[in-house]
């Protein structure tokens, strides 16, 4: 009744939300990046404060206490109040992945946030203040508003805050004992970093801190309240260094800072320096620059791997990855003519999409641009290096959709086609009717989750129309279910108390900030703790279902806690107890045979207890959190070296060594058959992209021999085993033999800008204004499917490697099929997930029943097989073998009326499998791999029992086989012609 009371007050309240300003960055408040880091100066939101008072009107107030550590009153508190709505940095989310700001893991997100402290905006900015009095107590009248930020403060006590705080409910404040977060600052080699400057914010409370390095690089935060803590480090020079997650404990917190990498690019035309624009795209990172005869400059980059093109007028470079391994690296792009590509984007009735994004990117996925683009505008991506390329198209309400794009000399233009997807829209609500940000959103039965918005909107995209359910749940907010029918929208996910655990975790005696919950349920699947602890060590978890949970503690700094299992009634809140177990540092270096510092390697402790580390430049590691009482495997990855032998370590022990021998350089150069160099490569792990074909690589070695293998898109692959010498030579790739055809419509007329691709192919391509398309053969099979796609029309054809003829593929309308999906007792299968395969083209399929078992969707003509067991496992389960086909098609799943069982009695053995097809064969193959096409069957693969139960036959005649499924084997396939239905049991027993 309270909720509904405030609700009503709080109606006839006008509530005023100032919506956040995104300004566009002006060019012109760009600085040098010499002295790092430019993008600290980007335009930040401007974080207007929201009104909280109703002035002299009357309004709503929001009572509550201050209390220390024991629960004890605490007088003369500064409490302080804000609007839930007034944005602070914990609210700001990633541009690029969508993550919140402060756990995004991108290098770059690290630059974003540093400016929030050097511009000192986003953080909590108090719009009311109070006192408490002699019993702890405040009060805040004339509010207007639903939500509240409320935190307080006192002298020897740390900061403490409630989030979403209702007026009418009384709120608690228990302040922390002051606490201090202690670290040191040393640059890549170890050294220490005095000067740099530290920022922290509490990610509970969006309160800033402050301090700075002494001469050991040693900094303490004191004064602190509620954590954990995002702690950032900057010193002139550097790149910020972040520890994302900081519990104010004992732990020293060590922030490592790299110098910033440079990249200098240089751009040549026939060998000669030429004037183009350089583009730098990478995780987060997108930059462009001159190159005037002298080579353009990047400075204040992370060591990562970056995409760098060049383009001037109607000349374009091959697309060029490099990895920032050195302080200062130097490439040169060769400008060749290029081609252009215009995109436009529409729907399946060809018209605009609205708002959709477009992504260019090279065939082994690195992105060269990404591009926002207004409903109709024409999206110009060039000039482009003459090349093969995907293009992927994204927008809201749409499938996403890849398409091929080859770029030649001149212009292209493609139309990229999207198909609307099936959506359940809706808005998450609290139990106070207030919208519920950043709450995620569980859909079953496939398992897919999304993420509320910040006004809690949220948008699922689901396979097909069918019954589903949401699981909303917030560990502080509640949760809530609820069945819909899709496609729905503005369905109302309402929060709710419901069950309800308060895990208190401890660790050596302590209670832990930082610690996270996961508890899961074999029915409901998998909830998490949507905040860590804080200094008292309580993880809530409220809003789940009634049942019995499996819950296990965890922290960066200890190993997880014992699994245990809970039970909870709904309206009941258990409090339990979690203790995490201390973890042991192994620690070493990584030194090369002659005994100097190996940086940058990745050490890898196995069996797995830890995060991979790398080494720094002094070649040292620390990896935590593991087990102190066993002995781990450490190994090293380096693409310059290979460890001479086996290492093993104890956590807590003497440090270890690592020892790595530099790999060989060798050079050469990649062509093909034609004596025309291949500018893209992959030369073993190495991606390798030069527009000569020239290379130069640290190589394993076997002894005395190279071996290594060259693949490059179109060619056979060759596996070069040579005696070791520094260059390799000229390195020729044979052309793979290429399947040439047609594409078709009904009427016969060709097809243009159909995707043609195979089963095993790497590649895809498009077919020609004259339908005709050109296609890699692959290499090592004897046959295999080629398949065409545009838009709901599809063909497919099955073709022998060396097949010499022209293949014709007739583009057909998908098939409308339609059922009823029925469980082993005979009823309708309400919400069930099938989940299928095309066996002609490996493409998944999956369909959702609805309320009342029936399903209506499109398929590709073609082959397909749907696993029909319970735990939807290849092996020991039964799958539907059918063909699909036709403008309509009705498809019962089960025991449907009129269908019969069929029992069968056998002897399992590994690798066999059951078949039974529609019809009466007289001879199979060995192995019956054909029977995977049949008409219409079912198939178990190493049956578990001797005697299995076939559901959902329709009567007639069958062919039962009992085959090996891989390969041939002596005795051949067992064949018995059956009748269904049938009242006896079938014995396969020889």
Same mark, same amino acid.
């Given at each position: 009744?309270?909720?509904?009371?405030?609700?009503?007050?709080?109606?006839? *309240?006008?509530?005023?939300?100032?919506?956040?300003?995104?300004?566009?960055?002006?060019?012109?408040?760009?600085?040098?990046?010499?002295?790092?880091?430019?993008?600290?100066?980007?335009?930040?939101?401007?974080?207007?404060?929201?009104?909280?008072?109703?002035?002299?009107? #009357?309004?709503?107030?929001?009572?509550?206490?201050?209390?220390?550590?024991?629960?004890?009153?605490?007088?003369?508190?500064?409490?302080? *109040?804000?609007?839930?709505?007034?944005?602070?940095?914990?609210?700001?989310?990633?541009? #690029?992945?969508?993550?919140?700001?402060?756990?995004?893991?991108? @290098?770059?997100?690290? *630059? @974003?946030? *540093?400016?929030?402290?050097?511009?000192?905006?986003? $953080?909590?900015?108090?719009?009311?203040?109070?006192?408490?009095?002699?019993?702890?107590? $405040?009060?805040?009248?004339?509010?207007?508003?639903?939500? $509240?930020?409320?935190?307080?403060?006192?002298?020897?006590?740390g900061a403490a805050m409630r989030e979403r705080a209702a007026p009418g409910e009384a709120v608690e404040l228990y302040l922390p004992a002051l606490r201090t977060i202690h670290g040191q600052v040393v640059d890549d080699a170890g050294r220490p970093v005095p000067g740099a400057r530290i920022h922290a914010v509490s990610r509970r409370t969006a309160l800033p801190y402050e301090a700075k390095a002494a001469g050991e690089g040693l900094f303490t935060l004191d004064g602190l309240g509620e954590g954990p803590f995002y702690v950032l480090a900057s010193a002139a020079g550097f790149l910020p260094a972040v520890a994302p997650q900081v519990e104010a404990g004992p732990q020293t917190v060590r922030l490592r800072l790299s110098p910033a990498r440079t990249l200098e690019v240089r751009v040549t035309r026939d060998g000669a320096p030429a004037a183009a624009t350089v583009r730098l795209k990478a995780d987060h990172l997108a930059r462009q620059a001159r190159a005037e005869g002298a080579p353009a400059r990047f400075t204040g980059l992370f060591p990562d791997e970056v995409v760098v093109t060049a383009e001037a007028g109607s000349l374009g470079s091959v697309p060029r990855i490099v990895t920032l391994d050195e302080a200062v690296t130097q490439v040169t792009l060769e400008l060749e003519e290029a081609g252009r590509l215009f995109v436009t984007v529409v729907d399946e009735a060809g018209e605009p999409v609205p708002q959709p994004e477009v992504t260019l990117r090279t065939n082994k996925g690195e992105v060269i641009r990404h591009e926002k683009v207004q409903t109709g505008a024409l999206v110009e991506l060039g000039p482009l290096g003459v090349g093969d390329y995907t293009l992927v198209g994204h927008a809201e309400g749409f499938r996403d959709v890849e398409l091929p794009a080859r770029v030649k000399a001149g212009e292209t233009s493609l139309e990229l086609e999207m198909a609307r997807a099936t959506l359940i829209s809706g808005q998450v609500m609290d139990e106070y009717g207030r919208p519920a940000p950043g709450v995620s959103v569980l859909v079953q039965p496939t398992g897919d989750a999304v993420l509320a918005d910040a006004d809690g909107h949220f948008s699922a995209q689901v396979p097909t129309p069918g019954l589903y359910e949401l699981h909303a749940h917030h560990s502080e907010w509640g949760g809530g279910r609820l069945k819909v029918t899709a496609p729905a929208s503005n369905v109302r996910l309402e929060l709710e108390p419901a069950a309800a655990m308060e895990i208190t975790v401890s660790a050596e005696g302590r209670r832990v900030e930082g610690a996270d919950v996961v508890l899961w349920i074999e029915s409901q699947g998998i909830f998490r703790s949507d905040r860590p602890s804080g200094p008292d060590g309580v993880v809530p978890m409220r809003g789940l279902p009634t049942g019995s949970y499996w819950m296990v503690a965890s922290h960066p700094d200890y190993q997880p806690s014992d699994r245990q299992q809970v039970n909870v009634e709904d309206g009941q809140t258990l409090k339990l107890t979690a203790e995490l177990r201390p973890g042991a540092t192994l620690s070493g270096d990584v030194v090369d045979d002659q005994g100097a510092p190996v940086s940058g390697a990745t050490l890898v402790v196995m069996p797995r207890g830890a995060e991979p580390a790398a080494s720094d430049a002094r070649g040292h590691f620390e990896i935590r959190a593991l087990k102190p009482d066993r002995t781990y495997r450490l190994e090293a990855r380096h693409p310059g070296y290979d460890q001479e032998a086996p290492v093993d370590g104890r956590p807590g022990g003497d440090p270890v060594k690592v020892v790595l021998k530099r790999r060989p350089l060798f050079r050469g150069r990649v062509l093909s058959d034609d004596g025309s160099p291949l500018k893209r490569f992959r030369l073993d792990e190495h991606d390798v992209s030069s527009p000569d074909g020239r290379f130069e690589l640290a190589l394993p070695t076997a002894g005395d021999r190279i071996i290594v293998s060259v693949e490059a898109a179109g060619h056979e692959p060759r596996m070069v085993d040579r005696p070791v010498t520094p260059d390799l030579g000229d390195l020729v790739l044979q052309r793979a033999p290429t399947l040439s055809g047609l594409v078709r419509d009904e009427g016969g007329a060709p097809t243009a800008d159909a995707v043609v691709t195979c089963d095993v192919c790497d590649e895809s391509v498009l077919s020609g204004p004259d339908g005709r398309f050109t296609l890699a053969s692959p290499p090592y099979v004897a046959q295999y499917t080629v398949s065409a796609r545009k838009s709901r029309l599809t063909a497919t054809r099955v073709v022998p490697r060396d097949s010499p003829g022209q293949v014709e593929l007739t583009l057909r309308p998908a098939t409308r099929v339609s059922g009823t999906v029925f469980l082993p007792n005979g009823q309708a299968a309400a919400g069930f997930q099938l989940e299928g395969v095309n066996a002609d083209r490996g493409e998944p399929v999956t369909i959702v029943t609805g309320p009342d078992g029936r399903y209506s969707v499109e398929l590709s003509p073609g082959s397909y097989r749907f696993m029909l067991g319970s735990q939807r496992e290849f092996a020991g389960e039964p799958a539907l073998l059918v063909r699909i086909g036709g403008g309509e098609q009705r498809l019962d799943i089960g025991p449907a009326p009129g269908t019969a069982p069929l029992t069968v009695v056998l002897q399992p053995e590994r690798g066999k499998a059951l078949w039974v097809v529609a019809g009466e064969l007289s001879s199979v193959g060995t192995p019956p791999t054909e029977l995977l096409r049949s008409a219409y069957g079912q198939m178990i693969y190493q049956p578990r029992t001797e005697r299995i139960t076939l559901y959902g036959l329709p009567p007639g005649s069958y062919t039962l086989v009992w085959a090996n499924f891989h390969s041939e084997t002596p005795e051949g396939p067992i064949l018995r012609t059956i009748r269904v239905p049938s009242s006896a049991e079938v014995s396969l027993i020889r």
């Open positions: 009744m309270r909720k509904w009371l405030f609700i009503g007050a709080s109606s006839v *309240l006008a509530v005023v939300c100032v919506a956040l300003l995104w300004p566009s960055a002006d060019p012109s408040s760009s600085r040098d990046v010499t002295s790092l880091p430019a993008p600290a100066s980007r335009a930040l939101p401007e974080f207007q404060s929201v009104e909280v008072s109703s002035g002299e009107a #009357e309004g709503l107030t929001l009572t509550g206490r201050v209390l220390d550590p024991s629960g004890r009153p605490v007088s003369d508190a500064e409490v302080f *109040l804000a609007a839930s709505a007034q944005k602070t940095i914990t609210s700001v989310r990633c541009d #690029e992945c969508g993550q919140a700001l402060l756990a995004c893991p991108a @290098h770059e997100s690290s *630059l @974003h946030a *540093l400016a929030f402290f050097e511009q000192q905006q986003g $953080f909590l900015t108090p719009r009311a203040t109070v006192r408490t009095d002699a019993e702890g107590k $405040f009060r805040f009248d004339r509010l207007a508003g639903v939500s $509240f930020s409320v935190w307080a403060k006192a002298p020897g006590f």
